[in-house]
Nanobody, 115 residues
């Protein structure tokens, strides 16, 4: 059974930082591209960052220079370091694992950026 378990969300003031974690089980983690998506209130889910099985990272334009995605294949874990947070970063953040044709999702963790 595949499980992706996110943690690290919470309430933070604008300009603050959070670090999200996603622990994976039930897959050969090193074979999967791992991603973070978010769903803001009233909006569709959007890609935030992705890191390939080979370690290449890509980011949405809105988070470039502020967010960093990383992974540790020995720990079956992917992280999203979020700095200089803005109110528009508020949403539910989801971890994903992809290896064609399989796509898995976590349950999500809430991030709220507000003063």
């Amino acid at each position: 059974q595949v499980q992706l378990v996110e943690s690290g969300g919470g309430l933070v003031q604008p300009g603050g930082s959070l670090r999200l974690s996603c622990a994976a089980s039930g897959i050969i983690f090193s074979n999967y591209d791992m991603g973070w998506y978010r769903r803001a209130p009233g909006k569709q889910r959007e890609l935030v960052a992705i890191i390939t099985s080979g370690g290449s990272a890509n980011y949405a334009d809105s988070v470039k220079g502020r967010f960093t995605i990383s992974r540790d294949n020995a720990k079956n874990t992917v992280w999203l370091q979020m700095n200089s947070l803005k109110p528009e970063d508020t949403g539910v953040y989801y971890c994903s694992a992809y290896r064609s044709p399989f796509y898995y999702w976590g349950q999500g963790t809430q991030v709220t950026v507000s003063s």
